[in-house]
Nanobody
Framework: VQLQASGGGLVQAGGSLRLSCAAS????????MNWYRQVPGNERELVAR???????NYADSVKGRFTISRDNAKETNYLQMNSLKPEDTGVYYC???????????????WGQGTQVTVSS
């Protein structure tokens, strides 16, 4: 399973960006789809999660501003980021739990990361 993340960039505070993460390869099923953020010197933190059953979870710092969604037919998930703040700056990684075959257990796959920079 390969993940291709896109949509990062430079934006002013208060602006918006939309990240995409497309999965490809041998995929039997996708479960959790996640976005993590990492800044230098800090651990990677979970920003948003979309569970296969439909529920979503968000870090407290992004609640009300970020929205994660998924298109299962396209095997793609999105992170809509509104009202961006300078503290949202970081490298955003998508991570997907996927099964390649009916008999295989889920594995965590990571995308390559996309830089988001919010200027004040």
């Amino acid at each position: 399973v390969q993940l291709q993340a896109s949509g990062g960039g430079l934006v002013q505070a208060g602006g918006s960006l939309r990240l995409s993460c497309a999965a490809s390869g041998i995929i039997f099923s996708l479960s959790d789809m996640n976005w993590y953020r990492q800044v230098p010197g800090n651990e990677r933190e979970l920003v948003a999660r979309s569970v296969s059953g439909g529920s979503t979870n968000y870090a407290d710092s992004v609640k009300g501003r970020f929205t994660i969604s998924r298109d299962n037919a396209k095997e793609t998930n999105y992170l809509q980021m509104n009202s961006l703040k300078p503290e949202d700056t970081g490298v955003y990684y998508c991570a997907v739990d996927a099964r390649s075959f009916r008999w295989s257990g889920p594995r965590r796959y990571w995308g390559q990361g996309t830089q988001v920079t919010v200027s004040s």
